[in-house]
């Protein structure tokens, strides 16, 4: 394992445009569940509770498992190391970009600046009548659900569900990342999603050389994954930065 770290160490310092593409298994040494596997939140809650078609004929009985999910758990999650290590890896000009599927803003909190929010972020809500944008921090959320000050309307979390495109600038930045990419890390993501797995794939097709960070194989494995660092992401990333920054 420490021979690939450093070979990867090597690729990164080498390369003129790397990217890392990350899911859920970055932020579970935040605390926050991942949505598959042993411990996944899907296999204790219904997706339906996040498919937007349900959601506007259910809105108020999908809000009581929405704030238990996405506010409740991620409510005092902080960045962990392998967010801070992304950070510090954009601000040594080693990382041009992030692309995340996590809606928990923890690469924000650490410091990342260049980051594509591909499903959207929990920390905003909508009003999907008026439009009015709020931040989460505005509301008490023992009281749901949250209603627009303007119309009354019940606001909807501003990340993607279940049915929903993804925000268009995200989606066209996310590609042009990854078609500029030399090197791709692909950070705690089973890749099952579409059309978010569809990045990684085109960091390939443009000749882009694929490192994986998981604990477990993911869809990407056997047909992307060129180096596959099999660990946890705060583990490896704290390896890996050894070899950057020294
Ligand atoms: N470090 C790195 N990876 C980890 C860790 C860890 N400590 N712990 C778990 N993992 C890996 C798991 O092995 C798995 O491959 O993280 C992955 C989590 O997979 P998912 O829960 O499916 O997360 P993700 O791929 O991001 O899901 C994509 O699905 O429900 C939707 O919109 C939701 O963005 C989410 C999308």
Not at 53 to 78: G, P, T, V
Not at 96 to 124: C, P
Not at 217 to 230: G, P
Request: charged share 25%.
């Amino acid at each position: 394992m420490e021979k690939l770290i450093k070979k990867t160490a090597g690729l990164i310092k080498k390369s003129n445009y790397t990217i890392a593409f990350t899911g859920a298994g970055i932020s579970v040494e935040s605390g926050i569940p991942p949505f598959r596997g042993e411990h996944g939140l899907w296999n204790k809650y219904n997706p339906e509770v996040l498919d937007l078609e349900y959601y506007l004929q259910n809105s108020e009985k999908c809000w009581k498992y929405i704030r238990e999910i996405f506010y409740d758990f991620f409510a005092d999650a902080n960045p962990n190391l392998a967010h801070q290590v992304l950070a510090k890896m954009e601000k040594e000009g080693l990382l041009n970009s992030i692309i995340t599927q996590n809606i928990d803003n923890l690469h924000q909190e650490a410091g990342s600046k260049a980051v594509h929010e591909f499903h959207g972020n929990s920390k905003k809500l909508k009003c999907l009548k008026c439009g009015k944008r709020y931040s989460s921090s505005e509301f008490d959320f023992k009281f749901i659900p949250p209603k627009c000050v303007n119309d009354g309307e019940i606001l909807k979390p501003d990340f993607i569900f279940f049915g929903e495109g993804i925000p268009e600038d995200a989606y066209a930045n996310s590609f042009a990342e990854a078609e500029k990419a030399e090197v791709c890390l692909v950070i705690g993501s089973t890749g099952e999603v579409m059309p978010a797995s569809h990045v990684p794939r085109t960091a390939k097709q443009s000749g882009a050389t694929i490192i994986e960070i998981n604990p477990e194989e993911s869809m990407f494995t056997k047909q992307l994954t060129d180096i596959h660092l099999k660990g946890k992401a705060g583990e490896i990333l704290l390896k890996l930065g050894e070899y950057l920054f020294e």
